[in-house]
DNA sequence: TGTAAAAATGTAAACGTTTTCAGTATAGTC
DNA sequence: GACTATACTGAAAACGTTTACATTTTTACA
């Protein structure tokens, strides 16, 4: 019942009658081969259903031509991170490339593990969301010589080439709609604040403020982990608050549907009783009742532009590294309440 | 810039004044080694931070000890899948086996350009969702030797282990509730009818009609594909019915998203004006408005026994196929509505 | 037709392991 | 001290490729 071993180069070359160099040679086409040969081992291989065995082939070639990827993810509970992965796959797809996920659940011990295990895998190149905590890491992975892009956010002080968007904008844009919608206590539920990220967006947030003149409470802005939970717990913090805010500002996907699970709980009408805007759109935000106001970034063209640079890289280390900054848009739903303050509608009923 | 060359088993042993063989041996423990020797090579295997390579482990034993195996994903954008994928992945961190993930959104042609990848990739397991059309492929890995474990569904007509939920029941028991609840016209959007999973669903959507005496409409048994889009144009036409049905049993998630949708841009209200109960829960469905009932199957639990199978199906390739059905749990929540009858009750104040 | 150059093909090494088989050191016994 | 059994270790083959180098065949041209 072991697996039964499929054919080899071995064994096309010899029903072909020539030796195993030519039939590599009609494979991978790079030298020349007479015609007449070439079609005879074609034939054989057909017949055959002859496949590379890659793993032998990644062991040969120590060079940059393994056509594996490791793609390192915090929390594939995400969604946004799965839009990622399926840019980055249909690229693969296409380039018949491999990937393998390392999804490390926000652990820090399995994105160690993740690491080892890609490298002894041999992989070309690596894609990494990187956490806190793990900087050092993914530094070494570049040191040692892999193509490496970031995802999501850079490293502080390391260069690499880095595919983001502009949260600084988007977080920017977010709060400024919530204002112009008449807004002037709005909470922020931050993600973890360890992730640059997580700070861009505030910085965000309190550029809009400074914007219209509005005074900064630092009490209504609050985080902890980027999770879902965290959502649950700090909106409840926040709407229990003696003077709590009429709107919120979501940081995450997770965060975002964390808070609605509190809003709705406790019976709030959204956006007549809280206002919510959230970062990260999601496939089915319509469905959400109602239907969410949210800063979108495209996961997908993260994940592409990145299986991108990095093929770019494994073809010319020497390139310079480039840091590619997307633009959010937001996506005005119904999760934000009447303008007041005009030329900004957003309503309509539901 | 090339990848550093990471240290070697040679290295090892010539550091150590030891052969390959010995070093090897230290590692992987099978026979003796003496001891004073072993705290040697132990010692320098430390220094150098030594790693074995396992593509060139996985060249030389074409046994079944490869640690790697395959998974077969339709459509990672389903939260259902996510959650195997993490059920499966915690259980594979733990034992030091790697994971890799063919997600074929719904593609043949990609399931079987996976498929040989994996193949080339000498793993020595799958995991496999079976998408229509792909029977025979998934036939032929079992019958070539290679470990496979179905989930979700099992292939008609093919023994194999099987992971799957008790579909009939948990549909059985979606729509028993919402009879109960009062309704006597519920639409049904199935997925795609080739799946046997689908049919289930709608055997036990009748089951429950017939239990009750209640007549069944077939116009209002409606499907297409699996997929969020079919879930908003099929709620469309059920709700643009002459008499349309006042509640909606969806088969999965990705179809109630998609019907939500459709419900909320329809201005109409859950449960007034149509309950709704979907399979498959999420982690957020306490997010939705109003929170949303469903059939609860926990993929994370189907993704850790389908594992936990395949390990021994590797340690024991002669072990009797078996299909294991776990039992499916609804969630009760506030998208159904009043009870009528009685002994039932599910509201509370939104 | 003979020869040199060009084209096509073959040989063998290498990638990093595991494992069989053979060999050597050690201990035990008389 | 010699002999055997046992414990340990090393040499080498094998896994399926790619590729540098060597060799053979074909072509071109006199």
């Known amino acids: 019942m072991a697996v039964q071993k499929s054919v080899s180069l071995k064994e096309v070359a010899d029903k072909a009658g020539v030796s195993i160099a030519t039939v590599s040679r009609v494979i991978n086409s790079k030298t020349v081969v007479k015609g007449e040969t070439e079609l005879r081992v074609q034939k054989v291989i057909r017949q055959l259903g002859y496949r590379p065995n890659r793993v032998a082939q990644r062991l040969r070639t120590t060079k940059g031509a393994s056509k594996l990827i490791g793609l390192l993810i915090p929390d594939i509970r995400n969604p946004f991170y799965v839009d990622i992965i399926r840019g980055i796959e249909q690229y693969a797809y296409a380039r018949n490339f491999a990937v393998i996920i390392g999804n490390f659940s926000q652990d820090e011990e399995r994105q160690k593990f993740y690491i080892e295990t890609l490298k002894s895998e041999s992989v070309d190149a690596f894609i990494v969301a990187p956490f806190p905590g793990m900087n050092e890491y993914v530094k070494e992975l570049s040191e040692e010589g892999y193509a490496v892009v970031c995802i999501d956010r850079g490293l502080p002080g390391v260069d690499l080439d880095v595919v983001k968007v502009d949260n600084f904008q988007g977080a920017f844009d977010a709060v400024e709609h919530l204002i112009r919608a008449g807004h002037t206590r709005i909470g922020h539920i931050t993600g973890n604040r360890q992730i640059p990220t997580t700070m861009e967006r505030v910085a965000g947030y309190e550029a809009a403020y400074a914007r219209y003149g509005l005074a900064i409470d630092r009490d209504i802005i609050v985080g902890?982990?980027?999770?879902?939970?965290?959502?649950?717990?700090?909106?409840?913090?926040?709407?229990?608050?003696?003077?709590?805010?009429?709107?919120?500002?979501?940081?995450?996907?997770?965060?975002?549907?964390?808070?609605?699970?509190?809003?709705?709980?406790?019976?709030?009408?959204?956006?007549?009783?809280?206002?919510?805007?959230?970062?990260?759109?999601?496939?089915?935000?319509?469905?959400?009742?109602?239907?969410?106001?949210?800063?979108?970034?495209?996961?997908?063209?993260?994940?592409?532009?990145?299986?991108?640079?990095?093929?770019?890289?494994?073809?010319?280390?020497?390139?310079?590294?480039?840091?590619?900054?997307?633009?959010?848009?937001?996506?005005?739903?119904?999760?934000?309440?009447?303008?007041?303050?005009?030329?900004?509608?957003?309503?309509?009923?539901?």
């Open 224 to 350: 902890r982990d980027s999770d879902y939970q965290s959502g649950v717990d700090l909106a409840a913090h926040l709407l229990g608050l003696p003077g709590p805010p009429t709107a919120l500002f979501t940081s995450n996907n997770l965060l975002t549907l964390g808070a609605l699970e509190t809003i709705h709980s406790r019976g709030l009408k959204i956006p007549e009783q809280v206002a919510i805007v959230g970062f990260d759109d999601m496939d089915w935000a319509m469905s959400l009742n109602p239907p969410l106001t949210a800063v979108r970034q495209s996961g997908f063209e993260i994940g592409r532009i990145a299986i991108e640079l990095l093929h770019q890289r494994i073809a010319d280390p020497a390139r310079p590294f480039v840091s590619i900054v997307l633009k959010t848009e937001l996506i005005v739903r119904n999760s934000c309440g009447y303008m007041l303050r005009g030329g900004y509608e957003v309503h309509k009923d539901s």
